[in-house]
């Protein structure tokens, strides 16, 4: 080969290995999961440290400090933990995540996230590879090419637990051992780092001191001002926080007396996400179980309704709109309908890390004069996305708080 042909040859090897992983997100999620976790190493530490919040990243973190006998307790806002994980087993038959559902990347990303070595997964998964779907504008239902479905698959080969749930995962794996430590009903409303001892104030006026802090509530609650920092945050901190995008939304899960629809329909939105698809996809279920996912700026015309059955009859009515009446003749009547938007120690759905500037995301991750530590999806430093991003912004921001 001459030179000039050599060269013509790597830079064509090498474009065709950057374009093919371009069109696999899920491939390159993979390359940047750590080699090791916090889960993997041992620490002495012999201060005393306080989680706010025991959603995924509080949990995880609080495992690392459970398995080094290290002094900690959780302050959890709500009588329950899981935060954005939440099921349900009474609608259907077979349980029904409310909140998180989908595993966005390869699946070896649990084993990574329970801390067990190797590339055999345990869980019995549902690849999310969907055949019939269709696009609906208001106006026109129109079925997607099945070439579109395959890419997206390619691109991101998402999967979902056969008999199981996100929440159910987590419990399982790394809530079990910690849950003990949690203080329910304990919403945290000021974090002082003045001194060289941190105070927690929670509502009831109860105050925690700690030598650390890990904070894991959302970006939408940081956003709220629920929380009051004495210093006060710099402008810096709070314009990263500011510029993170939140979209409101709400699931909404309805069980119909017979299957009349596809396995999704994407509606077309100005921002965010709406859509409906089929909850019991592959379970081996007999419950028929429709769910409606908004996020984004079509929550608006939701919210605007009086209540919550007035928010279900207009999902029906746009169903039946495009099935010939169909949703209300076989409608049961049961439904659920979880308002992560308006939830108060929510205030949102999920955040997407790569929608953002880097410079924004390296100052949320910046600690408080080593003092207050942050963790939470948004804080995922290995480009995951959602819980697994969640987990492992626990583990990396606790090994931080340890060792800094
Ligand atoms: C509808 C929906 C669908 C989703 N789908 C997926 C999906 O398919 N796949 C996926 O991977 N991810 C999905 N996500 C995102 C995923 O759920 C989150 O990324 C993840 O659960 C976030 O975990 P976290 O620990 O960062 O935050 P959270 O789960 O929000 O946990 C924060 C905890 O802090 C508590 N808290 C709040 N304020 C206070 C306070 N003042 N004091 C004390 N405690 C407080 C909260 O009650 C909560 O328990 C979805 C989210 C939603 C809402």
Request: charged content about 25%.
């Amino acid at each position: 080969m001459t030179i000039r042909f050599k060269l013509l040859f790597f830079v064509l090897c090498f474009l065709s290995v950057t374009i093919s992983s371009c069109f696999k997100w899920a491939a390159r999620a993979e390359n940047k999961l750590p080699k090791e976790t916090a889960l993997q190493k041992t620490y002495n530490y012999n201060g005393k440290v306080i989680i706010v919040g025991a959603g995924a990243a509080g949990l995880a973190a609080a495992k690392v400090l459970e398995e080094n006998n290290i002094d900690y307790k959780i302050l959890e806002a709500s009588d329950r933990y899981g935060g954005r994980l939440k099921k349900n087993t009474t609608l259907a038959d077979f349980p029904i995540d409310l909140g998180a559902e989908w595993i966005h990347s390869a699946p070896i990303v649990l084993n990574k996230l329970k801390g067990k070595a190797g590339d055999q997964i345990d869980e019995s998964l549902i690849p999310y590879h969907v055949e019939e779907t269709y696009s609906w504008d208001g106006q026109n239902y129109e079925k997607d090419a099945q070439a579109q479905n395959d890419f997206m698959y390619k691109f991101m080969p998402e999967s979902k637990f056969k008999n199981s749930t996100w929440y159910d995962f987590v419990n399982e794996n790394i809530a079990a051992t910690v849950k003990h430590k949690i203080e329910f009903n304990s919403p945290v409303t000021e974090i002082n780092y003045l001194d060289n001892k941190v105070q927690v104030k929670t509502k009831n006026e109860a105050i925690h001191t700690a030598d650390k802090v890990l904070l894991t509530v959302s970006i939408g609650v940081l956003k709220s001002n629920h929380i009051t920092f004495t210093p006060d945050l710099s402008m810096e901190k709070k314009e990263a926080i500011n510029s993170i995008i939140f979209h409101p939304g709400f699931k909404l899960v309805m069980k119909f007396k017979e299957k009349f629809y596809p396995d999704a329909i994407n509606c077309e939105v100005e921002t965010g996400e709406k859509g409906f698809y089929d909850i019991a996809f592959k379970k081996e279920a007999q419950s028929n179980i429709l769910g409606l996912l908004v996020t984004g700026n079509s929550t608006e015309a939701y919210y605007k309704l009086e209540s919550e059955e007035e928010i279900v009859q207009s999902a029906i009515a746009e169903l039946d709109l495009i099935f010939d009446d169909k949703a209300s003749e076989t409608f049961t009547g049961e439904y659920i309908f979880e308002n992560w938007g308006q939830h108060q120690f929510t205030m949102g759905t999920w955040t997407q890390a790569f929608q953002q500037k880097n410079s924004e995301l390296k100052i949320l991750n910046q600690s408080l004069e080593k003092k207050v530590y942050f963790a939470g999806e948004i804080n995922d430093v290995y480009q995951q996305m959602g819980v697994p991003g969640a987990v492992l912004s626990g583990y990396h921001s606790i090994d931080k708080l340890l060792t800094e």
